[in-house]
């Protein structure tokens, strides 16, 4: 099956600096990669996603970029704010639905 | 409103005894999954289903059952809750052209 592989497992940066997570992923067959934001106590909530056919795509502040060759995607943002506190997830998605990877503790430090 | 509905939000048991906890969503979605997050282990998958009365196996299904008799509903099913079945509980529906949508989660309790 499908594994996703996500680092750092903890980032801390200073408010209005650059954020990247990176994620790699093993089943050629995935098409389709989303990221997920989960703050405290609640659920995931899908931020932005990639398809397979696409290379790059921006939202804001927010970019994720994809790698088909390398099997890597990342999530970029930009001017970090405190509200960008949470633990971010990717996924890659195949006919069975999604593949998490073990998240990532994102502290925007003041 | 397009959501999926989870319920309980939290659940205290002891071992041993039979419990549901009930998905429904109202997007029409024909896949569903479950989904128990533990802490530095992030989002496993429990079993899925692709459509009515089609369920498969995820990643962690030991202890759990689900079923799908119609198209919004797919509740879980632990049969003899263990300890180690604590943890906190996701149901998601969706594609792969629109995304996938959470629940609000179950945390769950076992003593």
């Known amino acids: 099956g499908e594994n996703v592989e996500q680092h750092p497992s903890t980032l801390s940066v200073q408010e209005g600096d650059s954020a990247v997570i990176k994620c790699t992923y093993s089943?050629?067959?995935?098409?389709?990669f989303p990221w997920y934001k989960q703050e405290l106590g609640k659920r995931p909530q899908l931020i932005i996603d990639i398809r397979s056919n696409v290379g790059e795509k921006k939202d804001q502040r927010i970019a994720v970029t994809l790698n088909k060759t390398a099997k890597h995607f990342s999530l970029h943002i930009t001017e970090t704010q405190p509200e960008d506190s949470a633990v971010y997830f990717c996924a890659a998605s195949q006919a069975d639905g999604l593949t998490f990877g073990k998240g990532t503790h994102l502290i925007i430090q003041p | 409103e397009a959501q999926v509905t989870q319920n309980p939000r939290y659940l205290i048991t002891v071992t041993g005894k039979k419990l549901t906890v009930t998905c429904s969503q109202n997007m029409n979605h024909e896949y569903m999954s479950w989904y128990r997050q533990d802490p530095g282990l992030g989002l496993r998958q429990i079993y899925y289903s692709m459509n009515v009365e089609v369920t498969d196996k995820g990643d962690v299904p030991e202890g759990y059952k689900v079923s799908r008799k119609e198209k919004r509903n797919f509740p879980l099913i632990l049969e003899s809750p263990s300890p180690n079945q604590t943890s906190l509980y996701f149901c998601?529906?969706?594609?792969?052209?629109?995304?996938?949508?959470f629940g609000s989660g179950t945390r769950l309790t076992v003593v």
């Open positions: 089943d050629s067959a995935s098409n389709y």
């Open positions: 998601a529906s969706g594609d792969r052209v629109y995304g996938y949508t």
